[in-house]
């Protein structure tokens, strides 16, 4: 199992990154997509999912600004965030959940400068 994350970067504040999450070796429609982020010195946390059926659900702190969709076709989770903030700097992690299973991607920078 792989999960591949990228689209990782260093932007301003108050503009947009999309991070992507390629899925191989897993029954990709199957699962449940999250994206999680780790900020410097702080704990995991997640930030937004999207069910195997395509329901969306997001952390208080990003409604409105973040995006996540998917393509089971491609076997692609994305995460569209727009009007970052710096404190929103961290390391973002794709995962895939179902029950039973749990699986993890490395991970990618995104630095919100101020």
């Known amino acids: 199992v792989q999960l591949q994350a990228s689209g990782g970067g260093l932007v301003q504040t108050g503009e947009s990154l999309r991070l992507s999450c390629k899925a191989s070796g897993i029954v990709f429609s199957m699962y449940d997509m999250n994206w999680y982020r780790q900020p410097p010195g702080k704990e995991r946390e997640w930030v937004a999912g999207?069910?195997?059926?395509?329901?969306?659900h997001y952390v208080d702190a990003v409604k409105g600004r973040f995006t996540v969709s998917r393509d089971n076709v491609r076997r692609m989770t994305y995460l569209q965030m727009d009007r970052l903030k710096p404190e929103e700097t961290a390391v973002y992690y794709c995962n895939a959940q179902r029950s039973g299973a749990d699986f993890w991607g490395r991970g990618t920078q995104v630095t919100v400068s101020s």
């Open positions: 999207i069910t195997s059926g395509g329901s969306a």
